[in-house]
T-cell receptor
Framework: EPEVTQTPSHQVTQMGQEVILRCVPI?????FYWYRQILGQKVEFLVS????????KSEIFDDQFSVERPDGSNFTLKIRSTKLEDSAMYFC?????????????FGPGTRLTVL | QKEVEQNSGPLSVPEGAIASLNCTYS??????FFWYRQYSGKSPELIMS????GDKEDGRFTAQLNKASQYVSLLIRDSQPSDSATYLC??????????FGSGTRLSIRP
């Protein structure tokens, strides 16, 4: 069964450094998402992406964050200058259509630790 | 601010019993409702989706939706120790994002 994959599974970085989290969505999916989950807290929406554009973003997704689909398979989240509070699990998700009844499938996540 | 509220638990249920999980949401325009299961350190895994008022059954799971009361529930019959996890209620009101509740921790005791 096709699945969303994410790399790396765990990333450790120093405060102020740039990180790129990578995702490979399911191959025939067109809508892509990033969520984060700080330890012990709820899963929070960051950004949605369709047709090479951001569709919607949350207040969390400030100028330090950017997303890109550099080729036909990868979907990346870049954090330009990491802060301690960026430490969290980051989940990528994808779905096939824009229908509200279509399921978003989540990847296994990348644990980001900022020291 | 659109909110999804859940009791954080833990909810402790004996093996073989019915576990009942509840959720309320604030946005009356919400169109799709999901229950995800999340094991510690893992990603959310879809259990059930429901879009119209009433009950929807899938194996041991039944989702119930009452849009007038803005209420969604999940029943798990014949609870198993492997059902022990955090259950996330999630709501979609636009095509673009899921709003998650904070989750209910369920513990099935043997």
């Amino acid at each position: 069964e096709p699945e969303v994959t994410q790399t790396p599974s765990h990333q450790v970085t120093q405060m102020g450094q740039e990180v790129i989290l990578r995702c490979v969505p399911i191959s025939n999916h067109l809508y892509f998402y990033w969520y984060r989950q700080i330890l012990g807290q709820k899963v929070e929406f960051l950004v949605s992406f369709y047709n090479n554009e951001i569709s919607e973003k949350s207040e969390i997704f400030d100028d330090q964050f950017s997303v890109e689909r550099p080729d036909g398979s990868n979907f990346t989240l870049k954090i330009r200058s990491t802060k301690l509070e960026d430490s969290a699990m980051y989940f990528c998700a994808s779905k096939k259509t824009g229908s509200v009844t279509d399921t978003q499938y989540f990847g296994p996540g990348t644990r980001l630790t900022v020291l | 601010q659109k909110e999804v509220e859940q009791n954080s638990g833990p909810l402790s249920v004996p093996e073989g019993a019915i576990a009942s999980l509840n959720c309320t949401y604030s946005d009356r325009g919400s169109q799709s409702f999901f229950w995800y299961r999340q094991y510690s350190g893992k990603s959310p895994e879809l259990i059930m989706s429901i879009y119209s008022n009433g009950d929807k059954e899938d194996g041991r799971f039944t989702a119930q939706l009452n849009k007038a009361s803005q209420y969604v529930s999940l029943l798990i019959r014949d609870s198993q120790p492997s059902d022990s996890a955090t259950y996330l209620c999630a709501v979609i009101s636009s095509a673009s994002k899921i709003i998650f509740g904070s989750g209910t921790r369920l513990s099935i005791r043997p």
